[in-house]
């Protein structure tokens, strides 16, 4: 092989490696110098990659690097996908950080309305809850917690250090108003700005807890007739 037909190899190899999308052969002629054998280097470069880690393949007229087909199996795209969080999400989210270790009923009692279905869900595959220890209570309900994972997406190096009610109010993330309630049709309670769809009362979250830990040593001393610690 000639300097000139090796210089003209690695050339064509950049612009293919270069492209964002395949490129004919008219294409390819455009960047090479004039009067370069396109197809016959492609066929040779092509003869070069066939035993590695990526092939050059024609897509009908078009050429283009590729993985190898039998490596293809090894590899898989990952795609971040932000979801916003629903009023209710978001509710019970700061529920749990601030109360927890804190079951399904207290939520409900807390936000003045039943969890809709999914809300619990959508916290557990973000990853930012899970089951706690069972309540030492008639029924023994599951309490839920925050993760590590919860700390570390908003910064937090503990759970001491969410901020307090007057650090909240001077950002501006608590409304120093009086809060409007509404009552709508079936007992649920609503805040001006508040969504006006309905949260439909469903049944308890599903989950086997059969394997779940008592409460033990973290359950409140004195509780309550509803089961809540006494504080």
């Known amino acids: 092989m000639t300097d000139d037909r090796y210089q003209l190899l690695r050339l064509l190899e950049a612009i293919l490696f270069a492209a964002t999308e395949p490129l004919s052969e008219d294409q390819l002629a455009t960047r090479m110098p004039e009067g ?13 990659y066939a035993n590695r880690g990526v092939h050059l393949l024609a897509f009908e007229d078009r050429w283009a690097f590729r993985t ?3 490596l293809a199996s090894r590899f898989h795209v990952e795609r971040e996908v932000v979801r916003k969080l629903s009023r209710a999400a978001v509710e019970t989210l700061a529920i749990i950080a601030y109360h927890q270790p804190v079951t399904r009923a207290e939520i409900e009692e807390i936000r003045g309305v039943a969890l809709s279905r999914g809300t619990l869900d ?3 595959e973000a ?7 069972r309540r030492r209570t008639p029924g023994r309900p599951v309490t839920w917690v925050t993760t590590q994972e919860f700390l570390d997406h908003f910064g937090l190096e ?6 307090g009610l007057d ?12 809060r409007v309630h509404v009552l709508q049709p079936g007992g649920e309670e609503y805040g001006e700005g508040d969504d006006l769809e309905a949260e439909e009362p469903t049944e308890p979250l599903v989950l086997d807890e059969s394997s779940l830990p008592d409460e033990g040593d ?14």
Do not use: F, H, M, Y
């Open 122 to 124: 959508v916290l557990l």
């Open 158 to 163: 503990r759970i001491d250090d969410l901020p």
């Open 36 to 48: 370069a054998d396109i197809n016959g280097l492609l066929q040779e470069l092509k003869d070069q």
């Open 68 to 70: 190898a087909p039998d």
């Open 167 to 178: 650090e909240l109010r001077a950002s501006g993330l608590l409304d120093a108003r009086p």
């Open 218 to 231: 973290d359950a409140p001393a004195d509780t309550d007739d509803k089961g809540r610690g006494v504080r």
């Open 127 to 133: 990853g930012w809850i899970k089951p706690g220890k």
